[in-house]
């Protein structure tokens, strides 16, 4: 990515501030793991076994550990290191439970953790070619993040994205290697297991919603356990949960898990044709909406983009 400032009618290119220790890309990721990742910060360079993991975090949203590493380099494999990482989190589930109940204030179980939405997230200021082939495949559960520093110190971080439809399952050989026995337990979501779960006569409105929400800017579509998640930025959109009748469709007007709703803060739908039925407790209010081939997917589309637009 190049940068460039405006002055007057010309560009002046922004020189790259090299990191010149890793040690610096840690600091900075580790103090905005919030900002950058959406995650909870736990520990840094956590040991377990002969292992030492640069940045423990916690997914929140999907109850699951999240390992970061941050290499500078390019001699190392991802396949390997990640899921050595990744084999020894699942055997060692205790440890990285006591490790997070001793360094935060809240207590959890083993059984409040989602073991097969754990990840591991590579952080570098660049990737090879080979590196970025190595994970070409629609469900490792890695991510590859290269982060520059430019001169007027501007950040940038950018995740490669792989497109590819092969499994790794496919290629891995052998049926005792780390990957088999990760890859039983650890599970990355795809549309594909959504479209086969769902009942046949919502493929067609799901796919109509789908197309009108990924012609919004900066949206991003995530595929969980039983539900697609639409994101602008760091904040959801809109949820889509599975269903073989229909697919409840949830917007969030409010939540505060820690005391009672804002109403001051809270999203208002204006909704003509009373599409969304409002869920109410003392802690949130969410719109819903029972997606079905009866659906107008048109005016559904305009209520979503309401909280869209409503959101910075």
């Known amino acids: 990515m190049d940068l460039y400032n405006i002055k007057g009618n010309n560009l002046k290119s922004v020189d790259v ?4 220790l890793e040690k610096e890309i840690q ?5 905005n793991t919030e900002e950058l990742f959406g995650l909870e910060f736990v520990s840094s360079e956590f040991k377990i076994g002969e292992f030492r993991i640069d940045t423990l975090c916690f997914d929140k ?26 084999s020894v989190m699942l055997n060692s589930k205790s440890d990285f439970i006591l490790e997070y109940n001793e360094s935060k204030e809240k207590q959890i179980k083993r059984n409040d953790v989602d073991w097969t939405q754990s990840k591991i997230i590579f952080v570098s200021p660049s990737f090879n070619s080979y590196q970025k082939n190595s994970v070409n495949f629609k ?16 950040i940038s971080l950018n995740q490669h994205i792989s497109k590819s439809t092969e499994s790794i399952n496919k290629v891995s050989t052998g049926k005792n290697t780390v990957i088999n026995k990760v890859n039983k337990e650890v599970k990355v979501h795809t549309e594909e297991d959504f479209i086969n779960y769902i009942g046949k006569d919502l493929i067609e409105p799901y ?7 990924i012609s919004l800017s900066d949206v991003e579509i995530k595929f969980k356990l ?11 959109v809109v949820y889509i949960n599975k269903g073989k009748k229909y697919l409840s469709v949830d917007m969030v ?3 505060d898990w820690g005391g009672k709703v804002n109403e001051k803060e809270s999203f208002i739908l204006n909704d003509s044709k009373n599409y969304f039925k409002l869920y109410e407790s003392e802690y949130k209010k969410i719109y ?10 048109d005016y559904l589309f305009l209520m979503i983009k309401q909280k869209f637009d409503s959101m910075n």
């Open 61 to 86: 949203e999907n109850n699951s550990f999240v390992i970061i590493e941050y290499k500078k380099g390019s001699s190392y494999s991802v396949i390997d290191q990640g899921y050595s990482y990744l």
């Open 139 to 154: 469900d490792v559960p890695f991510e590859l993040w290269e982060i520059k520093r430019f001169s007027n110190n501007i």
């Open 207 to 213: 796919n109509k919603l789908k197309d009108r929400l």
């Open 27 to 31: 600091q900075l990721v580790e103090n």
């Open 17 to 20: 501030n090299q990191f010149k």
């Open 226 to 236: 039983n539900y697609v998640s639409v994101w602008k930025g760091k904040s959801v």
């Open 253 to 255: 007007s409010s939540v």
């Open 288 to 297: 819903y909406h029972h997606l079905t081939k009866e659906t107008d997917t």
